[in-house]
């Protein structure tokens, strides 16, 4: 139970939209206190949030600062609230990632710039929501809430083909949603409660298990992105605001493959282990599809958003191994792909404040005049790459190794993907940093104090848990435990049942 | 011959509203500020609203009852008819039509939907809507200089009196095989004499569908809606968009709910191609247009689908969410139609969709209400359009029709990318032309009720599902 003076997940969630209310009364040609008010807002949640952290009970998987009150009793539907070792290091990735979304996008937003915060403060309250709610339809009224602010913060303040990348964002994901609300009601309906956690107790029959895994997939892998409904994210990457890319890949993404953990593994155990070969197989197509597309692209920001895809798919297989270290590893890599994904496309946006392009071929030669960014830019290509020492390696080896248990052929192929994916990595670090040095980067000005204190904290991350990863795993055992008991123990009482049959039969 | 004098206080808001609507008809002629009728008709219909509280009974010989069903109804016409008259005042004195009459019928037309929610009998219902028809047709040509106002009156005249021709025809019909034409009665006569396998039972039931689908704008029989919205005055099409589909929907409830009860099966698969329909139709070639009223046209069509879905549920929470839906419905949509008022100005028509380009730019308060209405009628959280569209899909899927919600979300994708658009015109492109607002106080108090409204009943919907369910708990 919550031991804290105040709740701190309704804080999380509804400071940001407090936040919203203040700019709203302050004159937009303040430019300035706006953006001061958001990034205060931004911190005081940050901040407000770090006793999920510290004050985190570490022994069990039960749910955790538990709100629980009546919303709309006429359908038994509560306001309730809670967090476990599977989603605690999202909300904590959503709220810092809140922080560094004001901050890089300081001077790079210069129109609407009172509706920009409006929608950054906005999408991450309702994302930290979705990662919250114990409630099915609170749950799907922040899912659905957070394309709102999304849809603005690409289609107004992107880039040249915005329009088309955002419409194809809301449609894709609007296409997965509404199966998974129709997959909700059922659920709802089948149960009489929309209480997750009381739900997840039940035996549902097979096939409407596997009606309801299909319905939910719909959303979760549109999400993810999964191959083959894939094709929006690298649109969307490309043409969002640093601060887009950044809420996208660090925790937008992250709904998707935490929706997979959270309802389809649980609720549908039988569905989800009759699904592993189909899940597995996609996983590993995405894996290396993605990675081969990456060594083509020319547009820096393209080349990481199908990097991002690569990565969920080491995510996915990790999850559909279905065992401790897949799992574990694949939560892992969730927080591990927030955080560098997100300071790569930080370090993409810098770039391209500095020069206002996406060419890869544009800014050879990168660390004659900015050598400190180099340096940071090193490190979070390493860490992408995986290379021991940094987290990019503990949650591929884990995912990789939850793969290889399920399926050797799995394992193997995902591992020629960490290849692909140090060559992609490795190729661009070359071309945009050490050739020769191409005339638009000559004299450019290294990052300014407000840019290394926006990656610091990444930085930081980055080699806390590659070095020492022990305290954040202790965190999700547990957790994952418990949900392994839930998925393997519906499955043996399935076999149990079928067993049962027989012997009637053959009496 | 014993002549009793009739109870009327079932039928007081009814009496009210006549004497209200013919007050303004005399005051029209004493007074020069128009305004004054206008604010006239809003107090008098606050009044009336009051006179609901202890009016229910039956009265007339059951010809004409007033429960928790009707009442909501006439809830929604009410709120129906003060946000149309607070979106007129200025408008139709840019149109230059601002004469008195404007109000009286509106309130006319109201009393006609009020007649209609409360009818038991058919002849009482028959009444009611051609009462609201036809000052409704008026009000449609109000300005009589303007070719497409003509066009839009006639056509939707001479659709509706087809509409009332096939109504007559199910009347008439039934009267023959039931001899009766209180709905009660006429249910009691079906299920006694057995005539569920009669064809002659069936053929009046789809007359009365066709007859109710007329007046919904459902799918094939939504002809004259695109036309008739796109030529009325904005402010009419705001009117006839919620308050006639809103007292179809009260008509249809009743009269298959009740006296057609022992053919369900047989009428929920009338409905169903006909949700599905709407549903397709007016999402899908609402993509093509290019006029805004136009396409909240399609969208009015679109959304009679997805409310039939709580008429297909056929049980007493599938009326409740019906209800709660066009409840909604009236905010979200008076709302958006308030929002295109807002841009017509003198020399300037304001109600094609490129108008809306840039809007943000120059009026960004204007553009964010439109966002949230727009959000709303996608049916996208935390928005009202949501919790209208979850309680409808609720009684559907309760009533076992989950396919057909999987075919309502997909519509309600498409529905995305219209709807949407006009958000990406106003924020995502440069103004071509300038943009002044029209703004006027009523106009802004009809924006701020609807907004909050739309975001209340978001984020709050318990108590509008409690009111629906009360209502509905005696019918």
């Given at each position: 139970m919550n031991n804290l003076p105040y709740p701190i997940l309704s804080t999380i969630i509804f400071l940001p939209v407090i936040g919203v209310l203040v700019l709203l009364i302050i004159s937009r040609s303040q430019e300035t206190l706006l953006k001061w008010v958001a990034l205060i807002f931004a911190v005081a949640t940050f901040l407000l949030s770090l006793p999920?952290?510290?004050?985190?009970?570490?022994?069990?998987f039960k749910m955790q600062f538990v709100e629980r009150h009546d919303w709309i009793p006429a359908w038994n539907i509560k306001y309730y609230l809670g967090v476990d070792g599977i989603s605690v290091f999202l909300v904590l990735l959503t709220t810092l990632s809140t922080v560094l979304c004001v901050l890089i996008s300081w001077h790079a937003i210069k129109i609407k710039v009172k509706e920009f915060y409006i929608a950054i403060l906005l999408t991450c309250g309702a994302i930290a929501g979705v990662f919250c709610s114990l409630d099915f339809i609170l749950f799907y009224i922040f899912w659905e809430a957070m394309l709102i602010p999304m849809y603005l913060i690409i289609g107004v303040w992107g880039g040249p083909n915005r329009i088309y990348a955002t419409i194809k964002f809301i449609l894709y994901t609007l296409v997965g949603s509404v199966l998974l609300l129709v997959g909700i009601i059922f659920l709802y309906l089948y149960g009489g409660t929309s209480d997750i956690l009381e739900l997840m107790e039940r035996t549902?029959?097979?096939?409407?298990?596997?009606?309801l895994f299909w319905a939910f997939f719909a959303a979760f892998a549109i999400k993810v992105p999964m191959f083959p409904v894939h094709t929006w994210l690298p649109d969307a990457h490309t043409e969002a605001p640093t601060a887009g890319s950044v809420i996208l890949a660090a925790i937008l993404i992250k709904m998707g493959a935490y929706g997979f953990l959270r309802f389809s593994l649980p609720f549908f155990p039988e569905a989800t282990k009759s699904m592993v070969p189909a899940m597995l197989t996609l996983s590993?197509?995405?894996?290396?599809?993605?990675?081969?597309?990456?060594?083509?692209q020319k547009d820096l920001k393209r080349l990481i958003a199908y990097s991002s895809v690569s990565h969920m798919g080491f995510i996915t297989m990790g999850i559909f191994a279905l065992n401790s270290q897949g799992i574990e590893g694949g939560i892992l890599q969730m927080i591990n792909h927030g955080v560098v994904t997100g300071a790569l496309f930080m370090c993409v946006g810098i770039i391209y404040d500095r020069t206002h392009s996406r060419q890869i071929?544009?800014?050879?030669?990168?660390?004659?005049?900015?050598?400190?960014f180099a340096a940071f830019a090193m490190v979070f290509t390493l860490a992408a790459i995986g290379l021991p020492g940094t987290n990019g390696f503990i949650g591929e080896f884990l995912t990789i190794l939850g793969g290889f248990t399920a399926n050797k052929l799995v394992g193997v192929l995902a591992a020629t993907g960490v290849i692909i994916g140090a060559g992609y990595m490795l190729w661009l670090y070359q071309r945009l940093f050490f050739m020769r040095i191409h005339e638009k980067v000559v004299g450019l000005p290294d990052m300014d104090l407000r840019e290394i204190v926006t990656l610091t904290p990444l930085l930081i991350l980055v080699f806390w848990i590659g070095v020492y990863p022990v305290p954040f795993l202790d965190f999700m055992h547990p957790s994952v435990q418990h949900l392994l008991e839930r998925v393997n123990v519906a499955g043996g009482m399935q076999e149990m049942n079928i067993a049962r049959t027989l012997m009637e039969v053959i009496r | 011959m014993n002549l009793q004098f009739?109870?009327?206080?079932?039928?007081?808001?009814?009496?009210?509203?006549?004497?209200?609507?013919?007050?303004?008809?005399?005051t029209e002629l004493l007074v020069k500020k128009k305004g004054i009728l206008a604010a006239l008709s809003i107090l008098g219909v606050v009044v009336v609203a009051y006179t609901l509280i202890g009016s229910s009974g039956t009265t007339f010989g059951g010809m004409f009852v007033s429960d928790g069903?009707?009442?909501?109804?006439?809830?929604i016409f009410f709120v129906n008819a003060i946000l149309s008259v607070l979106i007129s005042i200025k408008y139709i004195a840019i149109e230059r039509v601002n004469f008195g009459e404007y109000y009286s019928l509106i309130l006319i037309s109201t009393l006609g939907m009020m007649i209609m929610a409360s009818a038991a009998d058919l002849i009482v219902l028959y009444l009611g809507l051609e009462l609201m028809a036809l000052s409704t047709y008026v009000l449609a040509g109000f300005i009589r200089y303007d070719i497409k106002s003509n066009e839009a009156a006639l056509k939707y005249f001479l659709l509706g009196a087809f509409s009332s021709a096939f109504l007559l025809y199910g009347i008439s019909m039934i009267y023959g095989l039931t001899g009766t034409t209180d709905i009660k009665s006429i249910a009691l006569y079906i299920s006694e004499k057995g005539l569920t396998e009669n064809p002659a039972l069936s053929l009046s039931m789809i007359l009365f569908a066709v007859a109710f689908g007329f007046k919904i704008a459902a799918v094939p029989f939504h002809m004259w809606a695109p036309d008739a919205y796109e030529g009325a005055p904005t402010s009419i099409t705001a009117f006839m968009s919620v308050g006639p589909k809103a007292a179809g929907f009260a008509v249809l409830g009743r009269v298959f709910m009740i006296a057609f009860a022992s053919i369900k099966l047989e009428w929920v698969a009338v409905f169903i191609p006909l949700s599905i329909l709407s549903m397709?139709?007016?999402?899908?070639?609402?993509?093509?247009?290019?006029?805004i009223k136009r396409m909240l046209a399609y969208s009015s069509i679109a959304h009679a689908g997805y409310a039939l879905l709580g008429i297909i549920a056929a049980n007493n929470e599938g009326l409740a969410s019906m209800m709660s839906y066009l409840m909604i419905y009236a905010f979200m949509n008076i709302g958006a139609f308030a929002v295109v008022i807002m841009l017509r100005s003198e020399d300037f028509k304001g109600d094609?969709?490129?108008?809306?380009?840039?809007?943000?730019?120059?009026?960004?308060?204007?553009?964010?209400?439109?966002?949230?209405?727009?959000?709303s009628l996608t049916g996208i959280p935390p928005t009202a359009g949501f919790m209208a569209k979850l309680y409808v899909f609720m009684s559907a899927i309760n009533a076992g029709y989950t396919w057909l919600v999987v075919v309502a979300v997909v519509f309600a994708v498409i529905s995305a990318y219209f709807y949407l658009r006009i958000i990406m015109y106003m924020y995502m492109r440069e103004p071509k032309v300038e943009v002044s607002l029209s703004t006027s106080p009523s106009l802004g108090l009809a924006l701020g009720v609807t907004t909050v409204a739309v975001l209340a009943i978001g984020v709050f919907p318990l108590y509008l599902v409690e009111l629906a369910r009360a209502a509905i708990s005696g019918f």
């Open positions: 999920l952290f510290i004050n985190f009970d570490k022994s069990t549902y029959p097979y096939t409407m298990q596997l009606w590993v197509i995405a894996i290396i599809y993605a990675g081969l597309v990456c060594l083509a071929a544009d800014h050879q030669g990168l660390s004659i005049p900015m050598p400190v | 009739p109870d009327l206080t079932p039928v007081m808001p009814e009496l009210f509203m006549t004497a209200l609507a013919l007050i303004l008809l005399c069903y009707s009442t909501f109804f006439k809830v397709a139709v007016g999402n899908i070639v609402a993509i093509a247009q290019t006029n094609s969709i490129s108008d809306y380009e840039g809007l943000s730019r120059a009026h960004p308060l204007l553009a964010a209400l439109m966002l949230i209405f727009m959000f």
